[in-house]
């Protein structure tokens, strides 16, 4: 398929950016119709509240600041997004990256609370808590052929009640309210440190070196799946266990390092959260918190691809903030995960859709080679 | 002893009815991971209508209106599912978990959407209030609480029986999961039985999830979703072997599970283990990993699931 003169549709990421733009704003759509079905008068303000986001701040020092927040949360859901992407590269669908959170989280607050430990101590946790996480899943795969997606599943609630229980001893807890106590106040060396980088961001204190170590580790994962041996190997196994298998390569092995460094992935972005400390973690929660459902969202959305994940994740942690936007007395701001769940359904059509571009411009070539030499039969894919 | 035994049977209900709609969906080879969504959407089906539907009506209707209403919403819902994986040959996987976060956030919009106006914007929560309702499926025998979505289970249960091993249909419907070209080769309609192996397990995956939600409480915060039942009645088919009668007694072992956790501090030496509630809350999923773990190894699962029919590819 690579001919000169042929349109600009053929590249592979432009049909994925097209059909990624296309979800984007079929789920906004439908977004727009819920709305109206609920009160018409306001639907419109309201989506575009949703849109604009921190934007509706007029100063220019707000903006930044609240961008500074988006930004700050955009690196966990990256860090989830690129765990999803990892594993699928290599045939498996990680749900498990929720769970690989959840463990992520518990590690790493246990470590900058309970044991007062440097944050790259505790992040070097978070990375094996989820790792560990996700090796579980990754051998229960090869060694007894329980589907990825259901261990997944199962760990995620096994990691949510004991992280609640790890959290809610003596000491981690705030004695009066459900949550953990600050890390700002109990051990700032805990804090990843912010490098001067909230001075751009209004002086947002939770703006830190997060955001582009997110950003480092898609690349590195672009890199690794892209431009090294074990990348294609992974891959390779992905696509076809068998054949991996008999070329020489450690099919199980790869299994398992797979489900590891996606779980690895997972449990960072946790750390890059919590240890910002713009959030507590709620000891009484009752469901899996959405952080890494939304790395599939936002994986999918990113066309499967680190680069675009970096997109994906903004877009939707944008449209997240902005919920919070809308007329509270007429609206809710779960709109924008109820956008968000649109999009992602509409991108499960997404191979759907390019292999109809991929076929209309197939058609297209063979007509005007048929047209050119009749005598012979058109190209086939 | 009698309310451990009550809980048991309930959640049993619930993962057998939602456990048989996995079954038919994967015996049609079609996975079907959107079943807790469906679960969700059904139980916001059949909650309306208990808030709405006056008492005066009796519990008879009362019972009937509530299980049609979420076997509806439910099977609506399926739709989403059968016309994705179906006709544009989605991923099943990446479809199931999208109708998953989809219904949690639709049901929170849509009901957060009611409660609002009927308050004039004083009430934002997204619960569901149904005391009253709830008593028409009870009956009481001393102190146990028998509930009619018992014999619905039942129920269900012979009917799949049947359905899937007594009749041309079930006949048909189990080729399509394991050879679906074969099947196609002697004229029966793949697409068509897919539908229906997918449309019956919204049916049931939303009455499952109506029983669940009024299992144990009179209200219901949809927000929550169904905590992975949706799940975990997954795998109960999966170690049911995705046959019926052994559905329903792994069914009843993890209902007994999950009942635990609800009653462990009646049993004064569970209390004294003094272990914390989140223990009890892990069990179902912990020894639902470790059957899993002990019985997949030779897995009986359809042939075909989860890859989209072509027929092209034949």
């Given at each position: 398929?690579?001919?000169?003169?042929?349109?600009?549709?053929?590249?592979?990421?432009?049909?994925?950016?097209?059909?990624?733009?296309?979800?984007?704003?079929?789920?906004?759509?439908?977004?727009?119709?819920?709305?109206?079905?609920?009160?018409?008068?306001?639907?419109?303000?309201?989506?575009?509240?949703?849109?604009?986001?921190?934007?509706?701040?007029?100063?220019?020092?707000?903006?930044?600041?609240?961008?500074?927040?988006?930004?700050?949360?955009?690196?966990?859901?990256?860090?989830?997004?690129?765990?999803?992407?990892?594993?699928?590269?290599?045939?498996?669908?990680?749900?498990g990256?929720?769970g690989?959170?959840v463990a992520?989280?518990?590690?790493?607050?246990?470590?900058?609370?309970?044991?007062?430990?440097?944050?790259?101590?505790?992040?070097?946790?978070?990375?094996?808590?989820?790792?560990?996480l996700?090796?579980f899943s990754?051998?229960l795969?090869?060694?007894c052929?329980v589907?990825?997606?259901i261990s997944g599943i199962m760990l995620n609630w096994i990691a949510l009640y004991t992280t609640n229980m790890?959290?809610?001893?003596?000491?981690?807890?705030?004695?009066?309210?459900?949550?953990?106590?600050?890390?700002?106040?109990?051990?700032?060396?805990?804090?990843?440190?912010?490098?001067?980088?909230?001075?751009?961001?209004?002086?947002?204190?939770?703006?830190?070196?997060?955001?582009?170590?997110?950003?480092?580790?898609?690349?590195?994962?672009?890199?690794?799946?892209?431009?090294?041996?074990?990348?294609?190997?992974?891959?390779?196994?992905?696509?076809?266990?068998?054949?991996?298998?008999?070329?020489?390569?450690?099919?199980?092995?790869?299994?398992?390092?797979?489900?590891?460094?996606?779980?690895?992935?997972?449990?960072?972005?946790?750390?890059?959260?919590?240890?910002?400390?713009?959030?507590?973690?709620?000891?009484?929660?009752?469901?899996?918190?959405?952080?890494?459902?939304?790395?599939?969202?936002?994986?999918?959305?990113?066309?499967?691809?680190?680069?675009?994940?970096?997109?994906?994740?903004?877009?939707?942690?944008?449209?997240?903030?902005?919920?919070?936007?809308?007329?509270?007395?007429?609206?809710?701001?779960?709109?924008?995960?109820?956008?968000?769940?649109?999009?992602?359904?509409?991108?499960?059509?997404?191979?759907?859709?390019?292999?109809?571009?991929?076929?209309?411009?197939?058609?297209?070539?063979?007509?005007?080679?048929?047209?050119?030499?009749?005598?012979?039969?058109?190209?086939?894919? | 002893?009698?309310?451990?035994?009550?809980?048991?049977?309930?959640?049993?209900?619930?993962?057998?009815?939602?456990?048989?709609?996995?079954?038919?969906?994967?015996?049609?080879?079609?996975?079907?991971?959107?079943?807790?969504?469906?679960?969700?959407?059904?139980?916001?089906?059949?909650?309306?209508?208990?808030?709405?539907?006056?008492?005066?009506?009796?519990?008879?209707?009362?019972?009937?209106?509530?299980?049609?209403?979420?076997?509806?919403?439910?099977?609506?819902?399926?739709?989403?599912?059968?016309?994705?994986?179906?006709?544009?040959?989605?991923?099943?996987?990446?479809?199931?978990?999208?109708?998953?976060?989809?219904?949690?956030?639709?049901?929170?919009?849509?009901?957060?959407?009611?409660?609002?106006?009927?308050?004039?914007?004083?009430?934002?929560?997204?619960?569901?209030?149904?005391?009253?309702?709830?008593?028409?499926?009870?009956?009481?025998?001393?102190?146990?609480?028998?509930?009619?979505?018992?014999?619905?289970?039942?129920?269900?249960?012979?009917?799949?029986?049947?359905?899937?091993?007594?009749?041309?249909?079930?006949?048909?419907?189990?080729?399509?999961?394991?050879?679906?070209?074969?099947?196609?080769?002697?004229?029966?309609?793949?697409?068509?039985?897919?539908?229906?192996?997918?449309?019956?397990?919204?049916?049931?995956?939303?009455?499952?999830?109506?029983?669940?939600?009024?299992?144990?409480?009179?209200?219901?915060?949809?927000?929550?979703?169904?905590a992975g039942f949706?799940f975990l009645?997954?795998a109960v088919?999966?170690f049911?072997?995705?046959?019926?009668?052994?559905?329903?007694?792994a069914?009843?072992l993890f209902g007994f599970f999950r009942a635990l956790g609800?009653?462990y501090?009646?049993?004064?030496?569970?209390?004294?283990?003094?272990l914390p509630s989140g223990i009890y809350n892990m069990l179902p999923y912990i020894i639902s990993l470790l059957v899993l773990a002990l019985t997949?190894?030779?897995?009986?699962?359809?042939?075909?699931?989860?890859?989209?029919?072509?027929?092209?590819?034949?």
């Amino acid at each position: 398929m690579k001919k000169k003169r042929s349109s600009i549709l053929r590249y592979d990421g432009v049909q994925t950016l097209l059909a990624s733009l296309l979800c984007i704003l079929g789920g906004l759509l439908i977004g727009f119709i819920v709305l109206l079905i609920i009160e018409p008068s306001g639907a419109w303000e309201a989506i575009t509240s949703v849109l604009k986001s921190y934007f509706r701040y007029s100063s220019a020092k707000m903006q930044l600041k609240y961008l500074g927040q988006v930004l700050t949360r955009t690196a966990p859901l990256l860090m989830c997004a690129l765990s999803v992407l990892f594993a699928y590269k290599v045939g498996m669908f990680n749900i498990g990256a929720a769970g690989q959170y959840v463990a992520g989280a518990c590690a790493a607050l246990y470590m900058g609370i309970a044991l007062k430990m440097p944050w790259w101590v505790c992040m070097i946790a978070a990375m094996a808590a989820g790792a560990l996480l996700g090796a579980f899943s990754g051998a229960l795969k090869t060694y007894c052929n329980v589907n990825v997606v259901i261990s997944g599943i199962m760990l995620n609630w096994i990691a949510l009640y004991t992280t609640n229980m790890v959290l809610s001893m003596d000491g981690i807890k705030n004695p009066m309210s459900p949550y953990t106590m600050q890390l700002r106040g109990l051990n700032t060396e805990g804090l990843i440190p912010q490098m001067g980088l909230n001075t751009l961001f209004g002086n947002e204190k939770s703006v830190t070196i997060a955001i582009p170590l997110a950003i480092v580790m898609a690349i590195v994962v672009w890199f690794i799946l892209n431009k090294t041996k074990f990348g294609y190997e992974l891959k390779a196994t992905g696509y076809n266990f068998h054949a991996a298998k008999y070329s020489g390569m450690k099919e199980n092995r790869n299994i398992i390092l797979t489900m590891m460094i996606a779980g690895a992935l997972a449990g960072m972005g946790a750390s890059l959260l919590y240890l910002t400390g713009i959030e507590e973690w709620e000891t009484t929660i009752s469901s899996v918190p959405a952080m890494g459902f939304n790395g599939i969202a936002v994986a999918f959305l990113g066309g499967l691809s680190p680069i675009g994940s970096i997109l994906a994740a903004y877009f939707i942690q944008h449209i997240t903030m902005g919920g919070g936007n809308v007329d509270l007395s007429v609206y809710c701001a779960q709109i924008s995960g109820l956008i968000s769940s649109l999009i992602i359904f509409l991108c499960a059509f997404v191979a759907f859709f390019k292999l109809a571009i991929q076929n209309r411009l197939r058609k297209r070539e063979e007509a005007a080679l048929l047209a050119a030499k009749p005598e012979k039969g058109g190209e086939n894919a | 002893m009698i309310l451990l035994s009550q809980y048991t049977l309930l959640f049993a209900s619930v993962l057998l009815l939602v456990a048989l709609g996995g079954c038919f969906a994967e015996r049609s080879g079609v996975i079907n991971i959107g079943l807790e969504g469906i679960m969700v959407i059904g139980a916001l089906g059949g909650a309306l209508v208990m808030k709405f539907l006056p008492m005066e009506l009796g519990a008879a209707t009362m019972i009937v209106a509530v299980i049609l209403s979420s076997a509806l919403a439910g099977m609506l819902y399926s739709l989403l599912l059968a016309v994705a994986a179906i006709n544009f040959k989605a991923d099943q996987t990446i479809t199931g978990t999208a109708m998953n976060m989809l219904a949690t956030a639709a049901a929170t919009v849509g009901v957060k959407a009611m409660n609002t106006a009927a308050s004039g914007g004083n009430d934002v929560s997204s619960d569901i209030v149904y005391t009253r309702a709830r008593d028409a499926f009870i009956v009481r025998f001393g102190n146990f609480e028998f509930n009619w979505f018992m014999v619905v289970a039942l129920v269900a249960l012979l009917v799949a029986w049947v359905l899937l091993y007594k009749v041309k249909f079930g006949l048909r419907l189990r080729a399509c999961g394991e050879h679906p070209q074969a099947a196609d080769s002697v004229g029966i309609n793949v697409y068509k039985m897919r539908y229906a192996g997918v449309m019956i397990s919204g049916i049931l995956g939303g009455i499952g999830g109506i029983v669940y939600i009024t299992a144990g409480v009179s209200s219901w915060k949809f927000e929550n979703g169904v905590a992975g039942f949706g799940f975990l009645a997954l795998a109960v088919m999966i170690f049911g072997q995705w046959k019926p009668f052994k559905i329903a007694l792994a069914a009843l072992l993890f209902g007994f599970f999950r009942a635990l956790g609800n009653v462990y501090t009646g049993f004064d030496f569970l209390k004294n283990l003094n272990l914390p509630s989140g223990i009890y809350n892990m069990l179902p999923y912990i020894i639902s990993l470790l059957v899993l773990a002990l019985t997949s190894k030779s897995s009986l699962a359809p042939k075909a699931e989860g890859i989209p029919y072509d027929k092209g590819s034949r």
